[in-house]
């Protein structure tokens, strides 16, 4: 199905620690997205590139969270000071302009 | 609050019956995805749809765009259809942003 490679699986930090977590998208796909899937199966989007610029990010990924998608590199979502709130899956998504998105297998971040 | 409003939360289906799943927009959606979440947490595409209706195995979904509504019929169910299933609906920010529903926990018995 999907092709997208997230790395690692598991992440565990402990509270002010960062937390660095990786995409590759599917090859081709020029948007990759972002999503937090909290214990309750709440999806909040957090950020979105079209090759490398931002296309649209939600204030949260403003302050602690950074992202980047570096031209011939995997793209990052990084928490500079980790929260035991952050604790959920996070899940990077690519696609085509203005079509479907395909999802990688998920980063799951606990936070001690 | 709920853009995406899915239900039920929860289903138990007997082998071979069938059953829907439905989600309601309070947004104007343009495009649904349907997905479903195995035990690993991978997402696993099965429809996208503008509106219409759309047909694979014993999966059939439709999107009504008008009525800001979707569905996703499962007929003769098999033990492996068990899982989460969500669905999403692109936002009309014009960013490409899905808005997902809060799922419907499915679980298939012999």
């Known amino acids: 199905n999907s092709k997208v490679i997230q790395t690692p699986r598991y992440l565990v930090k402990g509270q002010g620690q960062k937390a660095k977590m990786r995409c590759i998208p599917e090859k081709g796909h020029p948007v990759v997205f972002w999503y937090q899937q909290n214990k309750n199966n709440e999806f909040k989007f957090l950020i979105n590139?079209?090759?490398?610029?931002?296309?649209?990010q939600i204030d949260m990924t403003e302050k602690r969270f950074s992202a980047e998608c570096p031209s011939n590199s995997p793209c990052s979502l990084e928490i500079q000071s980790s929260e035991a709130g952050d604790s959920a899956l996070y899940l990077c998504?690519?696609?085509?302009?203005?079509?479907?998105?395909?999802f990688g297998p998920g980063t799951r971040l606990t936070v001690l | 609050g709920d853009k995406v409003k899915q239900s039920p939360s929860a289903l138990s289906l007997q082998e071979g019956t069938n059953s829907a799943l439905r989600c309601n927009f309070s947004?104007?959606?343009?495009?649904v995805q349907w997905f479903l979440q195995n035990p690993r947490g991978s997402l696993i595409n099965l429809f996208y749809?503008?509106?219409g209706t759309k047909e694979n195995g014993r999966l059939k979904s439709a999107f009504d765009s008008k009525e800001s509504y979707s569905t996703l019929h499962i007929r003769d169910a098999q033990l492996e259809d068990s899982g989460t299933y969500f669905c999403?609906?692109?936002?009309?920010?014009?960013?490409?942003?899905?808005?997902f529903g809060s799922g419907t926990q499915l679980t298939v018995m012999p």
């Open positions: 590139f079209q090759n490398q610029e931002v296309l649209q």
């Open positions: 947004i104007a959606a343009t495009t």
């Open positions: 749809l503008v509106p």
């Open positions: 999403a609906a692109e936002a009309p920010s014009g960013s490409w942003q899905l808005i």
């Open positions: 998504a690519s696609s085509l302009e203005a079509a479907e998105q395909f």
